[in-house]
């Protein structure tokens, strides 16, 4: 099992940006693939973005891609996201999420992840 847990997430204007953090402690980082998901209010978990950490192939939801980007750091058990652009939409609560599988725009499902984090608020405002 891989615990998580996210940062970084706020308050801000429409336009501007944010950087999620999501550090992982427990089982092997390397194996896995790591994953952003959010969930506005009275909405379904949304899948943002994915990465697989040992060859950083990354992927995105389509409602997010040009504006955010997923990242890691290995060494420092981090995975990250890179939020521009931000619009009033992309207000949700962010969930990081770990899965000991191939990585894809065929798993994006909340079923699909093992591992979740309590997840962080981000708050965009027009």
């Known amino acids: 099992q891989v615990q998580l847990v996210e940062s970084g997430g706020g308050l801000v204007q429409a336009g501007g940006s944010l950087r999620l953090s999501c550090a992982a402690s427990?089982?092997?980082?390397?194996?896995?693939?790591m994953g952003w998901f959010r969930q506005a209010p009275g909405k379904e978990r949304e899948f943002v973005a994915a990465?697989?950490?040992?060859?950083?192939?990354?992927y995105y939801g389509d409602s997010v891609k040009g504006r955010f980007t997923i990242s890691r750091d290995n060494p420092k058990n981090t995975v990250n996201l890179q939020m521009n652009s931000l619009k009033p939409e992309d207000t949700a609560v962010y969930y990081c999420a770990a899965r000991q599988d191939r990585c894809g725009l065929r798993y994006t499902t909340r079923s699909q992840y093992d591992d979740w984090g309590p997840g962080t608020q981000v708050t965009v405002s027009s």
């Open positions: 427990g089982r092997t980082f390397s194996n896995y693939c």
């Open positions: 990465i697989n950490l040992r060859a950083g192939i990354t």
